[in-house]
């Protein structure tokens, strides 16, 4: 017998509880705020050998603010789900004045976004990006944003005092960098491709999987065959996904990772105030005629100011492949 609560304001202790345990549970014992249960099991040596069994129920969370829309309302949204994170009482304790929602807003549209994923020959329409996990009271909220972060392939940092966030997604530039933009032409540095040291080609990693009873089990790993041909070997990586509860969006964070990971050049440069309105994780098209790059796409990976009072920018290359839903996963 099962009898379930869901912490509403003037609720009324269970009846049953009281009955059988006089003096210990009252009613006042409403457990307002708290969603529970009550299971009554009568003893039989033969059904419950072990004694009394786990008791397990897949629930909806926490209700988070959604910027989009002013309501309070369950959701899978991970960029929504930082956001409650970020500012819950024992978990972030940051005041909402300290998000940047504009950003949250961008990241949210992302995940909510309409994918088709195909897996194992079956096809799944259902949002891009999906979120869930059991945070706990003790736990560091850096942990939880970052788990809750990489479920969407994206990025997160505090820039400037506010928290900012992006979705695994392509940004269209909104700005040309050229050479008239820097501060002094010799202080561009380049590196052509990514070390082989941080090369991987191989991805494994657990989910916790929610056609599966949500139980914690590994996903099939993602590899590219065309990555190691060009490696010599196979380089492989943990690539654990804690609060993704879906095999194909699990193959295509993955899959995202490792294509963004070697993609590309990565730049510094030092830039006059004509870069003093770009920001943390924005796309630029940059054109430098002695690297012959005409309009070259790059993603702003940090933003600092130099001491003699320039704006130094650390970019890498980017381009839309990167994000591409792939056709199909084992």
Known sequence: ?????????????D???????????????????????VVEL????????????????Q?????????RTGLTAWSEN????????????????LSTSVIDDTSIIAAANVCDQSASYVVGGQTYIRTLYTGGMVAKSGQRAKDVLDDLCKAMGGKWAMVNGKMRVRAGAYVTPLQTLDETWLADKQSVQVQPRTKRS?????LTGKLVDEQRDYLELEYPRVASDTYIAADGAELAQDFSLNACTFVGQAQQVAAVYMRDLRYGARVTLTCNFKAWQVELFDTLKVTISRFGWVNKTFEVLNVQWTVDGGIQLS???TDPSIYALATSFN
């Open 1 to 13: 017998r099962v009898r379930k609560y869901l912490g509403a304001a003037g609720q009324a202790a």
């Open 15 to 37: 009846a049953g509880m009281v009955a059988n345990l006089p003096g210990i549970w009252t009613t006042a014992h409403t457990l307002t705020g708290q969603a529970h249960l």
């Open 42 to 57: 009568d003893y039989d040596p033969d059904a419950f050998p072990q004694g009394v069994p786990n008791v397990s129920a």
């Open 59 to 67: 629930v909806r969370g926490a209700k988070v603010f959604d910027p």
């Open 78 to 93: 991970p960029a929504l789900l930082m956001r409650h994170v970020a500012t819950h009482p024992l978990l972030g304790r």
């Open 198 to 202: 941080d090369l991987v080609n191989v």
């Open 315 to 317: 970019l890498k290359e």
